[in-house]
């Protein structure tokens, strides 16, 4: 791709493992020169995330559960510190209880509907709150991670489809607040991928079988194409997108029957 991030900094939410589609994203901006904070939820996921931080150029590892105000403000406090200011902000961070995943939609609790909608959409809207600050004078771009089942009936999807329909419009919603400032808000709609999330949607591998017969490209979706996605997002190739969800899905939101 004939562009350079040297010079650029981002931060990346919701590495867990090397399979983390957020794990993608950062290689790809690293490969061209952005260096990386990356954040991880939870102390049982420090070890791994820092291993794979070695790959990386200088990075920040940090700890941030984005329901704690405090983690968000000590990461951007650091980043403010450690790098001045910032460019890129990739959100892969989204959580819902294993038991919401599956059966019907209307079994859904009030607890975990708030919590899938705390993780998984309002996380960007706070982290975009905090990242606006240091991106002054630079034209900054946030990137976050959807899926189909946010507009069309994903079996077991459940009250991940109606977070993420909240992360879709939030992305529409804060691209138009930032647009005047230069920076710019989009997502990627990825196909089915196999990661530690993904596997806990009841009936997963059924869904990825589906999806490697009746898409367009007749495959699966790999990580690291999401991850180029990200990076061209990231990138000024991408500098009149904004506010959009583009889709990495092999074709199959194009499908009817
Ligand atoms: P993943 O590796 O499990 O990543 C999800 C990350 O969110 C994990 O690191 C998880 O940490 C983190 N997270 C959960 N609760 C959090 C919290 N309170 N604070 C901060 N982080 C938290 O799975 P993934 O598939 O790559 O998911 C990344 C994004 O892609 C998600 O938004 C997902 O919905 C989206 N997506 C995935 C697919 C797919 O098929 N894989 C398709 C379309 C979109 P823990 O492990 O500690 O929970």
Known sequence: MPTSLKGQTGVVFGVANKRSLAWSCAKSLSGQGMR????????????????????????LVLPCDVTIPEEIDAVFARIKKEFGSLDSVVHGAAFARREELAGDFYHTTKEGYMLAHEVSAYSLTAVARRAIP???????????LTYIGSERVVRNYNVMGIAKAAL??????????????????NAISAGPIRTLSAS????????????????PLRRNTTADEVGDVCLFLCSNMSRGITGSTIYVDSGYHIMGV
């Open 168 to 185: 879709e419009a939030s992305v529409r919603y804060l691209a138009n607040d930032v647009g005047p400032m230069g920076h710019r808000v």
């Open 200 to 215: 806990g949607v009841e009936g997963f591998t059924k869904i990825l079988d589906h999806i490697s017969k009746h898409s």
């Open 36 to 59: 990386l904070c990356l954040t991880y939820a939870s102390e049982r996921l420090e070890d791994s995330v820092r291993k794979l931080a070695e790959e990386l150029d200088d990075p």
């Open 134 to 144: 240091l991106m002054e004078g630079r034209k900054g771009t946030f990137v976050t």
